[in-house]
């Protein structure tokens, strides 16, 4: 029973009970007390991204402020949380002495954490750690009041868009033929000092997945410029060159390079917090050949397929090759005529193909040489031969290193032999294929790979018409 009277009267400040006797003292009865402790200010936003807190910046509303710690007291842990007030305001009063730590919750995307402890005067600066929005560890005491824990955020600008391949119906502007081109190289340059601030590649949007997006999503106020480096040439492109800028009127869909020399835009300002989303830049592919015209024709008097070729603008350009293919067959090379290099004049070329006993549709394809060795397939045209009489024959691949196929177009029941001779005249080899069982082509094999190089004559006997054709064997 005495235990609980002591206890109650130590939670109404009042000592135990003490009895003393005639003469006794007791200096024992003493009393301590604290004051209450407080922390707690401001967050703000750094317009003019110098660090600290500068008059009539303004004060962030609603941003999320935790108080963690343990009480000096017995060591108990604390919890607490607040929202800055409509004047940037926050405050944690009624705090038992102790040990404490302050976070500071980033109040969005866009913002990013001022430098901490940022000059001499820590009340103008932030105390947010830039990652974890922490602060150091503070000892509060009895009655101390800490109003010097601030927090500065600051928001990005941003600058970016688009670089394309003008192959749209309207040049120098984007339209939607257009393609983007991934993994250019784009760099940010800062004006007059001429200091690189990023360099980045170009990639797929994240928002609509189109090609040839670039975003520098944090960038300072001041002046800059874009450089941009030409893509590495592809299949059939010698070089890429700048479109024309600055044309169409609208500056979302024109392109903004004006020195194609170094590939920079001119000079733009960039405000605070502020979006540039049109600074652009079009390519247009620069081909081996500008080619003016292909064509093909059977000259039926003369039995021959005749092709011509007009080029316009020459780059480079070592020679061109002729290939043929019969039904949809293989091709095998026709020719190679040389190409004038590097010429700014039309030029024609023509060439006449005598190899084509056999009706059908031979198709052509011209290839285009460089002379490090490229290749660029320019076009593709179709010649349909059609005589009356039904006999023809074709051997391929020639010139050989091995075997020749013998494709014979023939009526049922002729008698097919044929004789095989070399540049002398010497008979090689005879054989009797006997007659055909149906119209239409056959094909039989012509051994050759035991012979050394060198020319040599087929005689074809079909029926009562007779084909020579001469095969060219190489090592």
């Known amino acids: 029973m005495r235990k609980r009277i002591v206890t109650q009267i130590r939670l109404q400040g009042r000592a135990p009970l003490v009895t003393l006797v005639s003469g006794q003292s007791d200096l024992t009865i003493d009393a301590g007390f604290y004051r209450l402790a407080r922390i707690g200010d401001f967050v703000w936003e750094d ?49 038992t002495p102790g040990s404490y730590v302050v976070t500071f919750t980033r109040p969005g995307s866009q913002y990013l954490s001022v430098v901490p402890n940022f000059g001499s005067d820590d009340t103008k600066d932030s105390d947010a750690d830039a990652v974890t929005g922490q602060t150091q560890s503070y000892q509060l005491k009895s009655g101390e009041y800490n109003n010097t ?22 040049a ?67 070089r890429y060159e700048f479109v024309v800028p600055n044309q169409g009127g609208d500056d979302m869909l024109d392109s903004d390079v004006v020195d194609f020399i170094n590939g920079t835009t001119l000079n733009f300002t960039v405000g605070y917090a502020q979006t540039i989303l049109d600074i652009d830049i079009g390519f247009i592919s620069i081909l081996p050949v500008d080619l003016k015209e292909l064509s093909g024709w059977w000259n039926k008097d003369k039995d021959v397929n005749q092709l011509r070729w007009v080029t316009t603008k020459e780059i480079n350009n070592s020679h061109f090759i002729l290939e043929r293919s019969l039904e949809g067959g293989i091709y095998t090379q026709v020719a190679k005529i040389n190409g004038k290099g590097f010429s700014n004049n039309e030029v024609i070329y023509e060439f006449n193909d005598w190899d084509i006993s056999l009706n059908g549709i031979y198709e052509y394809r011209v ?109």
């Open 367 to 475: 290839k285009q040489v460089d002379f490090d060795g490229k290749i660029n397939e320019i076009g593709t045209v179709s010649i349909h031969v059609n005589r009356e009489r039904l006999v023809g024959i074709q051997v391929y691949p020639n010139p050989t290193k091995d075997n020749v196929q013998l494709k014979i177009n023939a009526v049922e029941g002729q008698n097919v032999t044929y004789d095989l001779y070399d540049g002398t005249g010497r008979l090689i080899l005879s054989r009797n294929i006997g007659e055909t069982l149906q119209s239409g082509i056959d094909t039989y094999s012509v051994e050759m790979h035991s012979l050394i190089q060198g020319v040599y004559y087929l005689r074809v006997h079909v029926g009562a018409e007779t084909f020579i054709q001469k095969i060219i064997k190489i090592d």
């Open 172 to 238: 120098n502007v984007q339209d939607g033929g257009d393609l983007g081109i991934n993994n250019v190289q784009v760099q940010l340059f800062q004006a007059f000092t001429n200091t690189l601030i990023e360099t980045q590649l170009t990639r797929n949007s994240p928002i609509d997945g189109r090609p040839g997006y670039y975003l520098f999503d944090c960038v300072r106020p001041g002046t800059y410029y874009i450089k941009v480096s030409r893509p590495a040439p592809g299949a059939g492109v010698t």
């Open 47 to 95: 317009t003019n991204l110098n660090n600290v807190q500068d008059p009539f910046e303004p004060a962030l509303e609603n941003v999320s402020v935790t108080l963690t710690g343990t009480k000096g007291t017995d060591g108990s842990l604390v919890n607490l949380v607040t929202t800055t007030d409509n004047m940037g305001r926050y405050d944690f009063n009624n705090l």
């Open 149 to 170: 824990v601030d927090a500065g955020y600051y928001r990005c600008a941003k600058v970016g868009d688009f670089v394309w391949l003008d192959f749209g119906s309207n």
